[in-house]
């Protein structure tokens, strides 16, 4: 209960969470309002919004509903968000936390791994990666996962070397626990916060990435996207600004709502260092 | 004595870095589908059985993988980035041509992020919890939401189409041929847009990260010690909390100097600026995955670049690093 | 008495809403007169720090001075401007505090720190400045004074930070000093010197000290007159001799008589089979290392042989630094030595594989500092006490009925084992600690530190606990400690360690009354309020 008192505390967060559940159910409802899916042509193109009744937010170069597009959009973001969210932390944790907790040569091995990582600019690595394996949901997925998971890495390593030094782990040894049951058992259960609020702004992440790789052509073809709208408007940008200004609005809207939701999270789970900026 | 033993430390380390980078392009170009030599010739080689037979001698791809491995790095080593094929000239000449509009892009960029974000980091966390702080975060949160292609566009309409103060495109006036003085005020417009739409994230990022440092710091004993002294508020703030909230900022910066690299390749395709991001772009369209390999590979050396600068610039600021190495 | 330099008048300090009591400082007065030593007394909590923070307008956010002057100079300076406050500070009133290690700004010079007092009072020439802080360093006694104003506060030791700290405060003369727990931090022989530093300067300036503290002993070395405090009201005052031999408030009483008194046990018997013989143990820290640099080398443990008898409590006392706690984890292993042998029950702890440790673990039990990190803040009471003797094999229900039955004998109800560590406080976790050890049947229990951490009505609390438990249940007790007064009342024999080497061992009344090591000697006199002396009857 208190979780929720402090989170709910947070007004901010508590906007940010209505913003994301209506994302989230625009996204699940979009085959009911807009059966016929993104890409048919609906009108002549480049409608102003409100031009044509049905319309609200005009069609674009090739007289697709500019509405449609966005609302198949939001799935995307979020599909493509929390996947690859979820796989960056399967690389992060178990390696951030085999280093701090076993340390030595494992640590320095998987720290310089990740150094490395973090030193390679990681958009230019997405942006190869998809080019190379050819754009597709699943290589722009991994592609993000894979240039998001060093951060998460050295969190998990961070707070596992703290946790470890506590002396309720020292007791667990005492107690003759395995090393494998005192790291999953007592340890990892301690550093569950911070992951918490870093897999949130994580998604947030992950999805301008995708949105930036699909505005330079690299989404999956087949799949309507807020970058590919916009990337496929750049060029009449003077004529019809309407088709680059909304998707972009969408990606704001929704990245804002996640990173609000992380800063609750944070004054939620982390009581003792609520108020400090998390970038 | 004491800076250069690091100094030294740290060049092998990026020399080790780039050798890794090098075998990750390799392993990149073979993990693409098809044939590597078809590959490395992008879609203009793709007909041209001869040219392919040569890119297969010169790479050793008929050879071992270990040999080809080697061959490439030794490549790579000699600054031999491959022959782009679309472009018609060697990859390393097309990066060295567009380095220099990405260094200047980057380089204000990041002047004007870390400038901007520090100052009004500090100017927030003197009005914790009042009206302008609450404006400043605010702002701050935006930025930090909004896609750096999408702030680049939603700039050029209004700055550029609707108030027509600045131009939105290229790098100069084309065909107007300024010389001197008057050709650096014609750049340094071209340059407004990009490297405001560039920092404005990066902004936000510092911003928040030196009002939450800034925050923290305050409440540090040493802090207390200066107000007991009886040192004026402004006094304490600038001496005492600034130099230290200013360490993981520097840190910050560092680390997201690679981040800013990537996201230039976005602002210069926005704008047309004729850096290596843009080149990056069109080999994209044309698949010449050389070039591609080329400019990830030199960004990334850029990067490299930036962590040592930041490094030194930590250890000006911190003497437990400058005495203890 | 006919005229103070300070004079506080009915003082009160709100504290904000939702706080555990509503003032921090409830109707306080008292007067402070030139050149005294006044020393505030109390335990956590009691508020005897925020008189101090009000005075010099560094009272923390949210709390505030409710009513009441403070009146210096003629002047009531809890109601002038921020501007009349900041001219105060530093000039007339100075303070210095607990933490020597984070007072002090990291990233500037010495020198600079002290030249600043004068800069923010606009005194003398910047040239001027840096010679008179020379002059100050000289004066607090700092070793090679022209290096220390350009070093930087990593570059010094605790006391020496601790003496530039007084530098700083001294710089404009100040006629009140505030020192807030300026010892505690601080190992017992660098307290000792701080304490003399403290008295002489106060004897040359003729200035008076506000000096505040938990510790009687400190109180007896330096005080001129006491104040106690508790729960934000002065329950006692006098002359330090008044209140130290004649108290007349219970409260008093009862701190005075939880202070471990000095007075030291004649030894007990002690059985010859051993439980525990340390042979020839050693154990090297090499930090630093790396690529280009060279690393540096820490003997912590050098070499030191020692038994512990069964039923015996062996007091292991050293400064921080000394090994002492090296040497304790080396014993259950949490740190492995280079070589040498830890005979327990028959076994060699240091020569088992990470297998065999893990069942060999239950032999030897430990019982830890800090009691808010000594439990797992996500698990209860009975998973602490239960994970154990489970891990080597003791059938559920049997481990769960042990489990109620030590919080019993722990004292704190059979109930406690389904609750979470957050709702027990820090005496009663450091009983869970207890528990938890004594669940695994061990040979022998290693408490580092135990009671450190604990205010001393609480710490007298667990050391009944333990001597109780010890002569029920015959335990043989390695006990590691700095605190030599609590040393004294539990320990059979006492061992002395000096950068990791064993400079001593011995009963614990020749070791205490007789004894024969130099730095053993230094250490007995560093204790503040020392006095020595043979208890009347050994109890234990």
């Given at each position: 209960?208190?979780?929720w008192?402090?989170f709910?505390?947070n007004?901010?967060?508590?906007?940010?969470?209505?913003?994301?559940?209506?994302?989230?159910?625009?996204?699940l409802?979009?085959?009911?309002?807009?059966?016929?899916?993104?890409?048919p042509?609906?009108?002549?193109?480049f409608?102003?919004?409100?031009?044509?009744?049905?319309?609200?937010?005009?069609?674009?170069?090739?007289?697709?509903?500019?509405?449609?597009?966005?609302?198949?959009?939001?799935?995307?973001?979020?599909?493509?968000?929390?996947?690859?969210?979820?796989?960056?932390?399967?690389?992060?944790?178990?390696?951030?936390?085999?280093?701090?907790?076993?340390?030595?040569?494992?640590?320095?091995?998987?720290?310089?791994?990740?150094?490395?990582?973090?030193?390679?600019?990681?958009?230019a690595?997405a942006?190869v990666?998809?080019?190379i394996?050819e754009?597709?949901?699943?290589?722009?997925?991994?592609?993000?996962?894979?240039?998001?998971?060093?951060?998460?890495?050295?969190?998990?390593?961070?707070?596992?070397?703290?946790v470890?030094?506590?002396e309720?782990?020292?007791a667990?040894?005492?107690?003759?626990?395995?090393?494998l049951?005192?790291?999953?058992?007592?340890?990892?259960?301690?550093?569950v916060?911070p992951?918490?609020?870093?897999?949130?702004?994580?998604?947030?992440?992950?999805?301008?990435?995708e949105?930036?790789?699909?505005?330079?052509?690299l989404?999956?073809?087949n799949i309507m996207?807020?970058?590919?709208?916009?990337?496929?408007?750049?060029?009449?940008?003077?004529?019809a600004?309407?088709l680059?200004?909304?998707?972009?609005l969408?990606?704001?809207?929704?990245?804002?709502?996640?990173?609000?939701?992380g800063?609750?999270?944070n004054?939620?789970?982390?009581?003792?260092?609520?108020?400090?900026?998390?970038? | 004595?004491?800076?250069?033993?690091?100094?030294?430390?740290?060049?092998?380390?990026?020399v080790?870095?780039?050798?890794?980078?090098?075998?990750?392009?390799?392993?990149?170009?073979?993990?693409?589908?098809?044939?590597?030599?078809?590959?490395?010739?992008?879609?203009?080689?793709?007909?041209?059985?001869?040219?392919?037979?040569?890119?297969?001698?010169?790479f050793?791809?008929?050879?071992?993988?270990?040999?080809q491995?080697?061959?490439?790095?030794g490549n790579?080593?000699?600054?031999?980035?491959?022959?782009?094929?679309?472009?018609?000239?060697?990859v390393?000449?097309?990066?060295?041509?567009?380095?220099?509009?990405t260094?200047?892009?980057?380089?204000?960029?990041?002047g004007?992020?870390?400038?901007l974000?520090?100052?009004?980091g500090?100017?927030?966390?003197?009005?914790?919890g009042?009206p302008?702080?609450s404006?400043?975060?605010?702002?701050?949160?935006?930025?930090?939401?909004?896609?750096?292609?999408w702030?680049?566009?939603?700039?050029?309409l209004?700055?550029?189409?609707?108030?027509?103060?600045l131009?939105?495109?290229?790098?100069?006036?084309?065909g107007?041929?300024?010389?001197?003085?008057?050709?650096?005020?014609?750049i340094l417009?071209h340059l407004?847009?990009?490297?405001?739409?560039?920092?404005?994230?990066?902004?936000?990022?510092?911003?928040?990260?030196?009002r939450?440092?800034m925050?923290?710091?305050?409440?540090?004993?040493f802090?207390?010690?200066?107000?007991?002294?009886g040192?004026?508020p402004s006094?304490?703030?600038?001496?005492?909390?600034l130099?230290?909230?200013?360490?993981?900022?520097?840190?910050?910066?560092?680390?997201?100097?690679?981040q800013?690299?990537?996201?230039?390749?976005?602002?210069?395709?926005?704008?047309?600026?004729?850096?290596?991001?843009?080149?990056?772009?069109e080999?994209?369209?044309?698949?010449?995955?050389?070039?591609?390999?080329?400019?990830?590979?030199v960004?990334?050396?850029?990067?490299?670049?930036?962590?040592?600068?930041?490094?030194?610039v930590?250890?000006?600021?911190d003497?437990?690093?400058?005495?203890?190495a | 008495?006919?005229?103070?330099?300070?004079?506080?008048?009915?003082?009160?300090?709100?504290?904000?809403?939702?706080a555990?009591?509503?003032?921090?400082?409830?109707?306080?007065?008292?007067?402070?007169?030139?050149?005294?030593?006044l020393?505030?007394?109390?335990e956590?909590?009691?508020?005897?720090?925020m008189t101090?923070?009000?005075?010099?307008?560094?009272?923390?956010?949210g709390?505030?001075?409710?009513?009441?002057?403070?009146?210096?100079e003629?002047k009531?300076?809890?109601?002038?401007?921020?501007?009349?406050?900041?001219?105060?500070r530093?000039?007339?009133i100075?303070?210095?505090?607990?933490?020597?290690?984070?007072?002090?700004?990291?990233?500037?010079?010495?020198?600079?720190q002290?030249?600043?007092?004068?800069?923010?009072?606009?005194?003398?020439?910047?040239?001027?400045?840096?010679k008179?802080?020379?002059d100050?360093?000289?004066?607090?006694?700092l070793?090679?004074?022209?290096?220390?104003?350009?070093?930087?506060?990593?570059?010094?030791?605790?006391?020496?930070r601790?003496?530039?700290?007084?530098?700083?405060?001294?710089?404009?003369?100040?006629q009140?000093?505030?020192?807030d727990?300026?010892?505690?931090?601080?190992?017992?022989?660098?307290?000792?010197?701080?304490?003399?530093?403290?008295?002489?300067?106060?004897?040359?300036?003729d200035m008076?000290?506000?000096?505040?503290?938990?510790?009687?002993?400190?109180?007896?070395?330096?005080?001129?007159?006491?104040?106690?405090?508790?729960?934000?009201?002065?329950?006692e005052?006098?002359?330090?001799?008044?209140?130290?031999?004649?108290?007349?408030?219970?409260y008093?009483?009862?701190?005075?008589?939880a202070?471990?008194s000095?007075l030291?046990?004649?030894?007990?018997?002690?059985?010859?089979s051993?439980?525990?013989?340390?042979?020839?143990?050693?154990?090297?820290?090499?930090?630093?290392?790396g690529?280009?640099?060279?690393h540096?080398?820490?003997?912590a443990?050098?070499?030191?042989?020692?038994?512990?008898?069964?039923?015996?409590?062996?007091?292991?006392?050293?400064?921080?630094?000394?090994?002492?706690?090296?040497?304790?984890?080396?014993?259950?292993?949490?740190?492995?030595?280079?070589s040498g042998q830890?005979?327990?029950?028959?076994?060699?702890?240091?020569?088992?594989?990470?297998?065999?440790?893990?069942?060999?673990?239950y032999?030897?039990?430990?019982?830890?500092?800090d009691?808010?990190?000594?439990?797992?803040?996500?698990?209860k009471?009975?998973?602490?006490?239960?994970?154990?003797?489970?891990?080597?094999?003791?059938?559920k229900e049997?481990?769960?009925a042990?489990?109620?039955?030590?919080?019993?004998?722990?004292?704190?109800?059979?109930?406690?084992?389904?609750?979470?560590?957050?709702?027990?406080?820090?005496?009663?976790?450091?009983?869970?600690g207890?528990?938890?050890?004594?669940?695994?049947?061990?040979?022998?229990?290693?408490?580092?530190?135990?009671?450190?951490?604990l205010?001393?009505?609480?710490?007298a609390?667990?050391l009944?606990l333990l001597?109780?438990?010890?002569?029920?249940?015959?335990l043989?007790?390695?006990?590691?400690?700095?605190?030599l007064r609590?040393?004294?009342?539990?320990?059979?024999?006492i061992?002395?360690?000096?950068?990791g080497?064993?400079?001593?061992?011995g009963?614990?009344?020749?070791?205490?009354?007789?004894?024969?090591?130099?730095?053993?000697?230094?250490?007995?006199?560093?204790?503040?309020?020392?006095?020595?002396?043979?208890?009347?009857?050994?109890l234990?």
């Amino acid at each position: 209960m208190s979780f929720w008192k402090r989170f709910a505390r947070n007004r901010g967060a508590v906007f940010g969470l209505v913003l994301l559940l209506a994302v989230i159910i625009i996204a699940l409802i979009a085959p009911m309002i807009y059966p016929r899916g993104p890409w048919p042509m609906v009108q002549r193109p480049f409608l102003a919004p409100y031009a044509v009744d049905g319309l609200p937010l005009g069609t674009d170069t090739l007289g697709r509903n500019v509405a449609a597009g966005l609302v198949y959009g939001a799935q995307v973001s979020l599909l493509v968000g929390l996947i690859s969210t979820v796989m960056a932390l399967l690389i992060g944790v178990p390696l951030g936390a085999v280093a701090g907790f076993y340390g030595g040569w494992l640590d320095e091995g998987a720290m310089r791994f990740t150094e490395f990582f973090q030193t390679i600019p990681n958009f230019a690595l997405a942006i190869v990666l998809v080019a190379i394996l050819e754009p597709s949901l699943t290589s722009i997925t991994l592609s993000i996962a894979i240039v998001s998971w060093p951060p998460v890495a050295r969190l998990v390593r961070a707070e596992v070397m703290s946790v470890s030094k506590r002396e309720y782990v020292d007791a667990a040894r005492l107690a003759g626990l395995s090393n494998l049951r005192i790291l999953v058992g007592q340890v990892l259960p301690n550093t569950v916060s911070p992951i918490i609020v870093m897999a949130s702004l994580m998604v947030a992440t992950a999805i301008l990435l995708e949105s930036s790789l699909s505005f330079l052509g690299l989404g999956d073809p087949n799949i309507m996207s807020w970058g590919y709208q916009i990337g496929a408007a750049r060029t009449v940008i003077r004529s019809a600004w309407w088709l680059s200004f909304f998707p972009g609005l969408a990606i704001v809207l929704t990245v804002l709502a996640l990173n609000l939701i992380g800063e609750g999270l944070n004054d939620a789970l982390n009581p003792h260092l609520s108020r400090k900026g998390r970038t | 004595m004491t800076i250069v033993g690091p100094v030294l430390g740290r060049l092998f380390k990026a020399v080790l870095t780039l050798l890794a980078i090098a075998i990750l392009n390799f392993f990149l170009i073979h993990a693409a589908p098809g044939d590597p030599a078809a590959v490395l010739a992008g879609e203009a080689g793709a007909a041209d059985e001869q040219m392919i037979a040569d890119l297969r001698a010169q790479f050793g791809l008929d050879q071992p993988f270990y040999i080809q491995l080697g061959t490439y790095v030794g490549n790579v080593l000699t600054l031999d980035l491959g022959y782009s094929f679309r472009q018609g000239a060697p990859v390393l000449d097309l990066i060295l041509d567009r380095l220099p509009a990405t260094l200047i892009l980057t380089l204000t960029a990041f002047g004007i992020s870390l400038t901007l974000g520090i100052m009004l980091g500090v100017a927030a966390s003197a009005r914790v919890g009042k009206p302008a702080d609450s404006l400043l975060t605010g702002f701050a949160l935006i930025f930090y939401a909004t896609p750096l292609y999408w702030a680049a566009l939603m700039a050029v309409l209004v700055f550029s189409v609707q108030l027509g103060w600045l131009p939105g495109f290229g790098y100069e006036t084309v065909g107007a041929d300024y010389t001197g003085l008057q050709r650096v005020g014609d750049i340094l417009s071209h340059l407004v847009l990009p490297a405001l739409t560039l920092g404005l994230f990066f902004m936000a990022v510092y911003m928040r990260m030196t009002r939450a440092s800034m925050l923290e710091v305050a409440q540090q004993d040493f802090v207390k010690t200066a107000r007991a002294k009886g040192l004026s508020p402004s006094v304490i703030r600038r001496r005492h909390i600034l130099r230290n909230a200013l360490l993981p900022v520097v840190t910050l910066a560092g680390l997201q100097a690679g981040q800013l690299i990537g996201g230039a390749v976005l602002t210069e395709t926005v704008f047309a600026w004729p850096g290596i991001g843009r080149l990056m772009f069109e080999s994209l369209a044309a698949r010449d995955y050389n070039t591609i390999l080329g400019v990830f590979l030199v960004s990334a050396a850029m990067v490299i670049l930036f962590n040592i600068v930041t490094d030194i610039v930590y250890g000006l600021i911190d003497p437990r690093i400058r005495h203890t190495a | 008495m006919t005229n103070p330099v300070l004079s506080i008048e009915h003082l009160s300090i709100k504290l904000p809403d939702g706080a555990d009591r509503q003032f921090a400082v409830d109707d306080c007065s008292y007067t402070l007169d030139k050149g005294e030593i006044l020393c505030v007394v109390g335990e956590s909590g009691s508020g005897k720090s925020m008189t101090a923070n009000a005075l010099m307008g560094l009272l923390p956010e949210g709390v505030s001075v409710g009513a009441g002057r403070a009146v210096f100079e003629g002047k009531n300076i809890l109601r002038q401007t921020e501007a009349e406050s900041q001219d105060l500070r530093g000039a007339k009133i100075a303070m210095i505090f607990q933490e020597p290690m984070t007072a002090l700004n990291p990233l500037m010079r010495i020198g600079d720190q002290i030249s600043e007092v004068f800069e923010a009072h606009k005194r003398h020439t910047p040239s001027e400045r840096r010679k008179r802080a020379l002059d100050l360093v000289r004066e607090v006694d700092l070793p090679d004074p022209e290096k220390i104003i350009r070093a930087y506060p990593f570059q010094l030791s605790g006391g020496q930070r601790q003496r530039a700290m007084i530098a700083m405060a001294l710089a404009l003369e100040p006629q009140i000093l505030i020192a807030d727990e300026p010892t505690t931090a601080l190992d017992v022989t660098t307290q000792a010197q701080i304490l003399k530093l403290i008295l002489d300067l106060r004897k040359k300036r003729d200035m008076a000290v506000i000096f505040i503290t938990h510790d009687f002993g400190v109180v007896a070395e330096i005080a001129d007159k006491v104040l106690v405090m508790r729960y934000g009201k002065i329950v006692e005052r006098g002359t330090t001799d008044a209140v130290l031999k004649t108290p007349q408030h219970d409260y008093t009483k009862h701190l005075l008589a939880a202070i471990p008194s000095g007075l030291v046990p004649q030894n007990a018997e002690v059985q010859n089979s051993p439980a525990l013989e340390i042979k020839a143990l050693n154990k090297v820290f090499r930090t630093g290392g790396g690529f280009m640099k060279p690393h540096r080398e820490v003997r912590a443990i050098d070499n030191i042989s020692l038994s512990i008898a069964k039923g015996e409590v062996l007091g292991l006392v050293g400064e921080s630094g000394s090994g002492k706690s090296t040497l304790g984890r080396a014993v259950v292993r949490l740190v492995t030595p280079d070589s040498g042998q830890i005979l327990v029950g028959g076994s060699d702890m240091a020569a088992l594989s990470e297998t065999e440790l893990r069942r060999a673990r239950y032999k030897v039990q430990m019982v830890f500092q800090d009691p808010y990190a000594s439990l797992n803040p996500r698990h209860k009471i009975l998973r602490a006490l239960t994970d154990g003797p489970i891990a080597k094999a003791v059938p559920k229900e049997q481990a769960r009925a042990r489990a109620h039955e030590l919080m019993e004998i722990v004292g704190l109800g059979a109930d406690a084992v389904d609750r979470f560590p957050h709702e027990f406080s820090g005496g009663q976790r450091q009983r869970i600690g207890i528990a938890r050890a004594l669940a695994m049947d061990p040979d022998l229990i290693i408490a580092d530190e135990a009671v450190s951490a604990l205010d001393v009505s609480i710490q007298a609390q667990v050391l009944d606990l333990l001597r109780d438990l010890r002569s029920k249940l015959n335990l043989s007790i390695l006990f590691i400690t700095h605190d030599l007064r609590v040393a004294a009342q539990l320990c059979d024999r006492i061992a002395v360690m000096q950068k990791g080497k064993l400079v001593e061992i011995g009963p614990v009344s020749d070791v205490f009354l007789n004894p024969q090591d130099d730095y053993t000697k230094r250490l007995l006199a560093a204790v503040p309020g020392g006095g020595w002396g043979l208890a009347e009857a050994a109890l234990t």
